[in-house]
């Protein structure tokens, strides 16, 4: 009976700890983003057209270089469509780098991190613009965030800021660039390695 109440308190000073901090870590998320606007440039100068929500998955590597800043990589597969009728939905890559100014605290029990991720990279669309090649192009964000560690080697990651992806076209004699703005939402999971 004894042993229960030290293994939930070596259980408590755990969860809180500092070590937590300077570990490696990998995220699984689930993205989605809020509408928003596809435009366009060169032949499509002028264009702009409402996106629906667009949604996908993606998983993030992250390594502290000091207890205040992080980096790693990462990689996304989602979909995306124009708001008009008859139009279908189109997969999205991306693949980069991130770098992440970091606040690590605790509250009672429970080690907390809130911060501010800056994500930039390659991005490949699948939608072709009257061209024959699909789009490649580059993303970049920034999504202030909050991690709350459940345990000492599972957290639970909410982010909510702005994405951007642009995308570049060329074949047949035309060239077409696009580009979507849209508020976005990362809620998923991280685990300390």
Do not use: C
């Not at 490696?24 to 032949?43: D, E, Q, V």
């Not at 990651?157 to 992806?165: D, H, I, K, P, T």
């Amino acid at each position: 009976m004894s042993a229960s109440p030290a293994s939930a308190a070596e259980g408590d000073k755990m969860q809180s700890s500092e070590d937590v901090d300077m570990k490696m870590r990998i995220h699984t998320y689930l993205r989605l983003g809020f509408g928003g606007n596809f435009k366009g440039s060169k032949s499509l100068t002028n264009t702009s057209v409402k996106a629906s929500v667009s949604v996908g998955v993606a998983g993030r590597f992250e390594y502290p270089i000091l207890k205040y800043l992080t980096t790693g990589g990462g990689l996304s597969v989602w979909s995306a469509k124009f708001d008009v009728p008859g139009s279908k939905r189109k997969f999205a890559f991306d693949v980069g780098a991130f770098i992440k100014g970091r606040y690590p605290f605790s509250i009672k029990k429970y080690r907390l991190e809130a911060y501010v991720l800056l994500p930039v990279g390659f991005s490949l669309w699948t939608q072709q613009i009257g061209v024959d090649k699909n789009g490649a192009g580059y993303h970049l964000g920034l999504f202030p965030g909050m991690i709350m560690w459940v345990t000492s080697k599972v957290g639970v990651m909410f982010e909510l800021g702005w994405a951007r992806s642009g995308w570049k076209y060329k074949g047949g004699g035309q060239e077409a660039g696009l580009a979507l703005d849209q508020a976005a939402m990362n809620l998923g999971v991280t685990i300390s390695l």
